[in-house]
């Protein structure tokens, strides 16, 4: 069963195997937590999406799917991107963020890692209710094969819904 930790700061600072990426579906970079990663992680990364964007995912990455590429100058191995879904009150889509979660988990562990950090997914510029994400994500990573889960929060506010119990 996984160690599940919950931190305040900087997910492109974090020293774990596995980094999730909060991409938009271009995997061309983005602003927030997209645009953090390829800025810190250097062009490695995005070189790597734009041979995904040239092979299988020429249409980009659907919303809950999950790819990896290198984690450029990270600390971390390999980047895992997913996209996330734009918040609804007329459509459920939490089996989307769900997916988000489990699909990363399921290329991280494919990976061999041992330890991955996660953003909030989908809170930021899709509007994602903060409690209703975290109480989805800690559901998704629950039952997980993986040594260590880690939530690598932008704020206190963020970080006091997920480590709510």
Not at 26 to 55: F, K, M, T, Y
Not at 58 to 69: D, E, I, M, Y
Not at 123 to 128: E, V
């Amino acid at each position: 069963m996984a160690t599940i930790e919950y931190v305040l700061g900087d997910i492109t600072a974090q020293e774990v195997d596995v980094i999730v990426n909060a991409a938009n579906s271009s995997l061309l970079g983005g602003g927030r937590v997209d645009g953090a990663i390829h800025r810190r992680g250097g062009p490695e990364i995005l070189a790597e999406c734009r041979r995904l964007r040239a092979g299988h995912y020429g249409g980009g990455l659907r919303t809950g799917q999950a790819v990896a590429t290198t984690a450029g100058r990270l600390k971390a191995r390999w980047v895992v991107h997913t996209v996330g879904p734009v918040w609804s009150d007329a459509e459920d889509r939490s089996q989307f963020l769900e997916d988000c979660h489990r699909n990363s988990l399921a290329v991280a562990t494919g990976l061999g890692a041992t330890s991955i950090a996660f953003p909030a997914i989908s809170t930021g510029i899709y509007r994602w209710p903060v409690d209703s994400a975290a109480r989805i994500a800690r559901k998704a990573v629950r039952d997980a094969e993986i040594d260590l889960i880690r939530f690598v929060l932008f704020d206190q506010a963020t970080y006091d819904a997920f480590a709510r119990p």
